[in-house]
């Protein structure tokens, strides 16, 4: 299922309940009931929930099963001791104690929705941050209307707009993924939703993961073959072909076809990845980080020249090819071209 895009019209929503958690007032405001669902309100979360699930910078968690008040509370829900309301009236009023205690944390509307998709049921936890905006009033003075604009500070996200703080948990597993912001907290910069919130241990992103492998792969090409453009092109194909279908990368196999002569260099690779928090021999890579990262290649002259090329193109002799001259400087061909636009 991480591979797979998904899509709002694959998501069922089952139940939803908003609860408004803002610091400039003592109290959280608290839903007593669910709210009512309609096309546009269901399509909106559904939306949201998609854009989460999708993003590549969610990470992987696994709750700490001590002193957690947060697991406790998922748990007396999905064994039926109490019901939906119940379960995110307890889990909001905990998030606003914490968000109380520490003034950094953005005020926001917590949505709560159980869903259903491919046959699995899940909580989506939205934390909806306020965002500043300015609307249209209208003012009655001196028996005439006046038209004029004011800020409004409880914005909620559009559907075009990111959410920046979430979690997804699947209610069967209790597998959890998590987009976590990074927040001053007495001092120090901390992911508060994984380490005071939910209490859970997570592991790198596909973002984090993919970038951790691009700079060991850097480190790599800068100290053994700063000046061979085809041979950084080669690796960068070889990182693109060591992917399989379900979007699993083989670190060591990646290693051995990239710097077949180089033990020294895949030592560099390999301790330089362990520094970034990767020790598995396999890493696993979403769709979207996929085609972020591989879509197009940018090569940039010393000149200031900037070319985008799509990755097909890339290390195909037949569509382009990197020439150095006798003088050491170096040519680009590109070739087989219909129109120039």
């Known amino acids: 299922r991480r591979f797979t895009m998904i899509k709002p019209e694959e998501i069922q929503i089952k139940k939803i309940i908003i609860h408004i958690l803002d610091t400039s007032i003592t109290m959280p405001v608290m839903s007593m009931d669910e709210m009512p669902t309609s096309i546009d309100i269901n399509d909106f979360f559904a939306h949201h929930i998609c854009k989460t699930t999708n993003d590549d910078a969610l990470r992987n968690c696994v709750f700490d099963e001590e002193y957690n008040l947060f697991l406790n509370y998922l748990k007396?829900?999905?064994?039926?001791?109490?019901?939906?309301?119940?379960?995110?009236?307890?889990?909001?009023?905990?998030l606003f104690s914490i968000m109380s205690a520490h003034i950094n944390i953005p005020s926001?509307?917590?949505a709560i929705i159980q869903y259903r998709y491919n046959m699995h049921d899940y909580l989506a936890l939205l934390k909806l941050n306020y965002q500043n905006t300015f609307i249209h009033f209208t003012d009655y003075e001196s028996d005439v209307n006046i038209n004029t604009i004011i800020q409004h500070r409880t914005t909620l996200p559009n559907y075009g707009q990111k959410i920046t703080e979430a979690a997804v948990i699947d209610l069967e597993t209790f597998d959890v993924q998590l987009l976590d912001k990074l927040v001053d907290i007495d001092g120090e910069k901390k992911h508060y939703l994984s380490t005071l919130f939910f209490k859970c241990h997570t592991k790198l992103s596909s973002k984090e993961q993919m970038q951790a492998v691009k700079t060991a792969t850097n480190k790599v090409a800068k100290k053994y073959f700063d000046t061979d453009i085809e041979k950084k092109a080669e690796i960068t194909e070889k990182l693109y072909s060591n992917l399989n279908e379900e979007g699993e990368l083989d670190l060591e196999s990646f290693a051995k076809e990239a710097f077949p002569a180089q033990d020294e260099a895949k030592e560099i690779f390999f301790s330089t990845l362990?520094?970034?928090g990767i020790d598995e021999p396999?890493?696993?890579?979403?769709e979207k980080t996929i085609n972020r990262t591989f879509e197009?290649?940018?090569?940039?002259?010393?000149?200031g020249i900037e070319i985008?090329?799509?990755?097909?193109?890339?290390n195909n002799p037949q569509k382009m090819e990197f020439v150095t001259e006798p003088n050491g400087k170096i040519s680009i061909i590109i070739k087989d071209i219909n129109k120039i636009m």
């Open 282 to 286: 396999k890493i696993a890579i979403t």
């Open 76 to 94: 007396e829900y999905r064994d039926e001791i109490i019901d939906f309301v119940t379960f995110s009236k307890q889990t909001a009023g905990q």
């Open 296 to 303: 197009k290649q940018r090569i940039k002259t010393d000149e």
């Open 308 to 314: 985008k090329i799509p990755m097909d193109f890339y």
């Open 108 to 110: 926001a509307d917590l």
């Open 274 to 276: 362990e520094k970034k």
